[in-house]
């Protein structure tokens, strides 16, 4: 008698000769990884992008100045001096990642690269106020002492205590490039969005031109009552 080749289980076989069962695991298997791979990165970018927000509010610098100068002898730097512009990027980090959470395969990979240079620029500013303090804190230092010009505040300067926030913003930074990265290269595994943003485009299609046609008549029907001086609804 012939039929859909079976495995031994009984399980009926697809054309390509693989059982129906393990072809159905491998799909759940696929679409779990998929759903892991995209919790983790967005988790990861929404955590480095917060804090990336939470260190441009901490301190970065203690500036100590040349005694006799001014009456204070240190100054104190943030990160919204070190690197002003880590506010900026931190807020396009968060309202990416809540357009990755609607986004189709394709804007995933565009989101990507911009998570990519988010970070690159993260890294880049934390890396800039590393290697010259004394210049990313100019601007503090000058109106302390009201002394102005990149050579005279370094000459004000006698040292700089650096906190752990500049290096945590740079490695902040580098998470985020490869959050950015692992979107790009992953993206198009992730499943879809959450069925609530396609119920309008659904329900449309499941109705169809038949049943968009089948309403106009019921419209001239009442139309055709309350012309007649009955009460459609009573029907």
Known sequence: MSGSPADESGAPADKSGAPAGVKRAAAKRIRASGRRLKSSFMLLGLAASALTLISWTQ???TVTVTPGVVNQSSVAIG???AAGGLSALGLAGL???GALSIAGPFFRIILGYLELLIGAAVALSAGIALSAPERASATSVTKVTGVSGADSVAALVKSVDASAWPAVAFLLGILTVFVGVGIV??????PGSSKKYQTNRTDD????PNAQAAAIPDAISTWDALSDGSDPTAR
């Open 59 to 61: 301190n970065w610098f």
């Open 205 to 208: 299609a499941d109705q169809g």
């Open 185 to 190: 290269f992953s993206g198009r595994r992730w």
């Open 95 to 97: 309202a990416l990642v």
């Open 79 to 81: 990160g919204d001096v």
